[in-house]
Each structure stands twice: as C-alpha cells, then as structure tokens.
T-cell receptor, first 114, second 112 residues
Framework: ETGVTQTPRHLVMGMTNKKSLKCEQH?????MYWYKQSAKKPLELMFV???????ENNSVPSRFSPECPNSSHLFLHLHTLQPEDSALYLC?????????????FGPGTRLTVT | KQEVTQIPAALSVPEGENLVLNCSFT??????LQWFRQDPGKGLTSLLL?????REQTSGRLNASLDKSSGRSTLYIAASQPGDSATYLC???????????FGAGTRLFVKA
C-alpha cells in the first residue's frame, strides 16, 4: 500500500456521461499529479497541483477538468469523452517542500469509454 | 524537448543473473530521475530516485546510476529473481517545474 488511493478502480462510461475520478493521499504531501497511460504509449503527465494551485496543464482537452480542493484530494471530472480516452488514469503525489520529491503512485482507475 | 528512451524494450533472463537496464534522455537540464516498476494492470512502485547532483543510489539488490553529461542512467539488478518480473520505467523531471517525462519501459521476465 503506497498511501495513495484511487476510486473507482474500474469505470465504464458512455460518451455522453459525466463521471469523476477521485484520488486521496495519506502521506502529507503537497503536490498531486494526474497521468494517463494508454496501451503502447508512455505515461503522459496531464495536470499537476502544488499546494492546491495548478502548475502544469499538458495541453489536455477541456473534456478533462481537474479539481484540487486541498493538498490531500484530487479529482478528475470527465464529460463527453471519446473512445480514445480509454486508458489507465494514475494519480501520484510528492513532497516538494524540502523534498524528497519522490513521486508515489496510486493503483489507477481503468477507464473504458463506449 | 525532453525525450526519454529505454533500451531494451524487453528482456528475458534466467534466475540469478545480474542485469542492467538503460535509460537515456536528450536534455541534461534535469531535476531528478526516478526508477519505477509496474506490474501488469497495476500502479507504479517507486524503486530509486536520483537527484541531479547525485551519481548513484542503492537499495538492496538495486543500484541506479546517473550521468547527466552523457544523458544516461542505468538500473543494475543483482541476482535476479522471478519476482523481479515486471515493467521497469524511468522518469525524468526537468528543472524549474514539475513536468515529468517517462520512457516507454523495459519489460523484464526472469525465468525460474
């Protein structure tokens, strides 16, 4: 158990649905990340929040909307997705104030868009 | 633009063998480099993190080195075991921000 939890673990949604992914870290970290892992492609950074402020948006389509209400919780709101958005979505956290800067990952949410 | 390459893409070795996984990056302006393992369908487990000022890190049977000038890192696994079978990923974080670029990984299979 890495201290980073994600729910749900599996999600199937239609292209017109709206759903949200949740991530929670119990490590006292201040930075949180969303990554996308598609089949046969390297992990892609989507968003980064540091002390609740967004610091990175890697040109992600607006149908993905992140929310970070505090340093322990991170959400990814999904709407009008496309089949190519089917992937494993991973959340990570790190301690940035004086380090050690190591990223710890959750188990991921396997998303299937039908 | 930072690019991260891992060679080989796949590797099969007999149990007990020592092995080296390679990671190369194109931009030496890195903040740190982190090695992970990923089991099928699972999240990532952190193995080692090397800060840009460091040359190597060790944890148990694992040793990771970093040579920024040549844009290379290696992960050395001693006395490999079947439980080491997984995909190994390296990730490079650039200086001045949080942007992290991952390699495609090396899939390792250790035969009993």
């Amino acid at each position: 158990e890495t201290g980073v939890t994600q729910t749900p673990r599996h999600l199937v949604m239609g292209m017109t649905n709206k759903k949200s992914l949740k991530c929670e870290q119990h490590l006292g970290h201040n930075a949180m990340y969303w990554y996308k892992q598609s089949a046969k492609k390297p992990l892609e950074l989507m968003f980064v929040y540091n002390f609740k402020e967004q610091t990175e948006n890697n040109s992600v389509p607006s149908r993905f909307s992140p929310e970070c209400p505090n340093s322990s919780h991170l959400f990814l709101h999904l709407h009008t997705l496309q089949p190519e958005d089917s992937a494993l979505y991973l959340c990570a956290s790190s301690q940035e104030q004086a380090g050690p800067y190591e990223q710890y990952f959750g188990p991921g949410t396997r998303l299937t868009v039908t | 633009k930072q690019e991260v390459t891992q060679i080989p893409a796949a590797l099969s070795v007999p149990e007990g063998e020592n092995l080296v996984l390679n990671c190369s990056f194109t931009d030496s302006a890195i903040y740190n480099l982190q090695w992970f393992r990923q089991d099928p369908g699972k999240g990532l487990t952190s193995l080692l993190l090397i800060q840009s000022s460091q040359r190597e890190q060790t944890s148990g049977r694992l040793n990771a080195s970093l040579d920024k000038s040549s844009g290379r890192s290696t992960l050395y696994i001693a006395a490999s075991q079947p439980g080491d079978s997984a995909t190994y990923l390296c990730a490079v974080r650039r200086t001045g921000g949080f942007k992290t670029i991952f390699g495609a990984g090396t899939r390792l299979f250790v035969k009993a």
